[in-house]
């Protein structure tokens, strides 16, 4: 098992920007595609945006242009830099690992971080 400590998030008005962190111990060898998904209040869990390995990045389309997803192998850390943040990004903010495509019951996660952005 990977194990995920988050860092990062908070409270920020609309328009500002906030930066989550992500480091893994635990089975390293299992560190592999590694992202973020959020869950809006009210709302099922969705993906943000992904990366593996090598640095190839994916972003849902709310996200691209004002997301940057990145990890730094050595530290065993993916990062997300969020920019022009909207309230509707407002949500609880959990790091994965896994693989690209997420099956049920499969993947690490971290604990959690919520997310606010005001109007």
């Known amino acids: 098992q990977v194990r995920l400590m988050q860092s990062g998030g908070g409270l920020v008005q609309a328009g500002g920007s906030l930066r989550l962190s992500c480091v893994a111990s635990?089975?390293?060898?299992?560190?592999?595609?590694m992202g973020w998904y959020r869950r809006p209040p009210g709302k099922v869990r969705e993906w943000v945006a992904l990366?593996?390995?090598?640095?190839?990045?994916v972003y849902a389309d709310d996200a691209k242009g004002r997301f940057t997803i990145s990890r730094d192998n050595a530290k065993k850390t993916v990062y997300l830099q969020m920019n022009t943040l909207k309230p509707e990004d407002t949500g609880v903010y959990y790091c994965?690992?896994?693989?690209?495509?997420?099956?049920?019951?499969?993947?690490?996660w971290g604990q959690g971080t919520q997310v606010t952005v005001s109007p």
């Open positions: 994965y690992n896994g693989a690209w495509v997420l099956r049920e019951g499969e993947g690490d």
């Open positions: 635990g089975n390293i060898g299992r560190i592999n595609v």
């Open positions: 990366i593996g390995r090598g640095g190839d990045a």
